[in-house]
């Protein structure tokens, strides 16, 4: 090939409550809201879940179930209590940022709840949060003392119920209520009855730490909720196993299902109708989505400063550093771009397509040349793409002129594709209308037995690249206060030569 292109490919208190520094991201795959929805959602819904969605359990099948999870099915309570941590610290993190939300309270009671308060606080100290442990009424079981030294051997802090601050809603974000489980009943004895009042009486507070119960609001009854409508009132439940009857009542605005280990024989036994989790996720959103003020959605950046002393001169090179680190983030798509074109009438399109090899000489991406984007660019062969890495909080525009890339090299690239895929572009007649989604099956089929000999698939000479060579790049990067970095680089006459020119933008 005439030009060689660079292939993307995948590469590489005070003391105790400083918040962390940005952290690694984990991948999550289920979302009811968008990401930056999730991040903000700072106030409760009354609206309650669709309770014909999925079962509730009274005390005696919760309590069945557990037992014959760790009787004939084998599970052990260490195993049991180790999902469920898990399961609760997921969902925590699923709403409630470490960026923004690091001060952990988990307050444990002296049963399996607590001991989920435990795992799970262990899990958030290596998600990125700064959890505090307060367990007044210490089990002597192995397996306790065992989580304790857990987390004593990560020097997260434990304190006594006389060290806490009287008012929580100063010194702690996010408060886990671990103390009661589904076994309780009567009144709350010392010290968790003042422990409890102190839970309500933050809710009184215009901006208080966001109360996470484990499976049930401590206090409340297994099966009949808070008394006369008063106890806590959580801002997330999450169940586990599956929603106690009490739930019912719950009227916060993040209700979670936690604890992925439930047999299809005890699903069966109890009909028990449970959500699906998503991909490889712990944890599954369930009842209605909160109430979200569109006008309050926002975040605050905080980024490391973007300074044009230790950008490369190159905003090629620039973008192939920021692209690496975008991988090494464990992004999925990192080479996801939106390309926007406009037609001979200059009516704007956009959509997002990605990226497979780019160089010095420019961005390369390949579709239907009569697709509505290879229209468009036939009449008016200029376009703009825009790389996004929400993680890192950055952006990347790229703004030139659009060619068509050689016969020779859509060719050597479209035979790199699945076979798969390869006949998925035969098939699809881009952006036409279609009388329904069997046709398209339908012929892709045929072709599948057509090919099935491992002939070559021809490449329909519909079908190519597009390169994209530069003349603007814009580098963005979020800063707090909206005062974002933004370099941008331009490419202008030097002597009678073109040289690329860095410019600070306003944000």
């Not at 601050?165 to 886990?176: A, G, M, T, W």
């Not at 936690?258 to 699903?267: D, H, K, L």
């Not at 979200?292 to 973008?319: C, G, H, K, W």
């Not at 030569?497 to 410019?503: L, V």
């Amino acid at each position: 090939m005439k030009n060689v292109m660079r292939r993307v490919t995948t590469m590489t208190f005070s003391s105790l409550l400083q918040s962390p520094p940005p952290l690694p991201i984990s991948h999550r795959p289920f979302r009811s809201l968008p990401l930056a929805t999730q991040r903000i959602l700072t106030f409760c819904t009354k609206s309650k879940p669709n309770m014909a969605d999925f079962s509730y359990l009274s005390q005696r099948e919760a309590a069945e179930i557990d037992e014959t999870l760790m009787g004939p099915l084998g599970f052990t309570l260490d195993q049991l209590m180790e999902l469920a941590g898990l399961s609760v610290a997921t969902s925590i993190a699923e709403v409630y940022k470490p960026s923004e939300h690091s001060r952990v309270l988990a307050i444990c009671g002296p049963g399996n709840n607590g001991g989920d308060g435990l795992v799970a606080a262990r899990h958030l100290h290596h998600f990125g949060y700064k959890p505090i442990i307060c367990y007044p009424k210490r089990t002597a079981k192995s397996l306790y003392t065992g989580l304790v030294t857990q987390l004593e051997s990560l020097s997260v802090p434990f304190v006594s119920v006389d060290d806490l601050p009287e008012d929580l809603s100063k010194d702690f974000d996010v408060i886990l209520d671990a103390i009661f489980g589904f076994s309780f009943h009567g009144a709350p004895r010392p010290p968790f009855d003042d422990l409890i009042r102190r839970l309500v009486s933050l809710q009184t507070l215009q901006k208080h730490p966001s109360i996470v119960s484990v499976d049930i609001p401590s206090g409340w009854h297994v099966e009949k909720g808070g008394h006369e409508g008063g106890g806590i009132k959580p801002d997330m439940l999450v169940s586990l196993t599956a929603p106690k009857l009490c739930a019912k009542r719950f009227c916060g605005p993040h209700h979670f299902l936690g604890g992925r280990f439930v047999p299809p024989s005890v699903a069966e036994k109890y009909k028990l109708e449970l959500p699906s989790y998503p991909g490889t996720s712990m944890c599954v959103r369930i009842g209605k989505p909160p109430i979200v003020d569109i006008s309050a959605m926002r975040v605050n950046y905080v980024s490391p400063e973007l300074l044009e002393e230790q950008v490369e001169t190159d905003p090629t090179l620039q973008f192939r550093k920021w692209f690496d680190e975008a991988v090494a983030a464990g992004l999925r798509e990192t080479n996801a771009m939106a390309l926007s074109t406009t037609n001979k009438d200059r009516k704007p399109s956009s959509r997002m397509v990605l990226l497979k090899a780019y160089d010095e000489n420019g961005f390369v991406w390949f579709t239907n040349y009569e697709s509505k984007k290879g229209s468009d660019l036939s009449e008016n062969p200029c376009a703009a793409l825009l790389f996004y890495w929400e993680i890192l909080n950055r952006q990347v525009r790229i703004e030139g002129p659009v060619e068509r890339i050689p016969e020779s090299e859509s060719e050597y690239y479209f035979h790199s594709r699945p076979r798969g895929s390869q006949i998925g572009a035969i098939v699809s007649k881009q952006s036409s209308v279609v009388p329904g989604r069997h046709v398209l099956y339908d012929e892709y089929e045929e072709l599948t037995k057509k090919y099935l000999d491992g002939s070559v698939i021809p490449k329909p000479e519909n079908w190519g690249g597009f390169r994209l060579r530069p003349n603007l790049f814009e580098f963005w990067q979020g800063q707090p206060s909206r005062l974002h970095d933004r370099l941008q680089y331009s490419l202008e006459d030097v002597n009678g030569k073109p040289a690329w020119k860095i410019h600070r933008l306003a944000p």
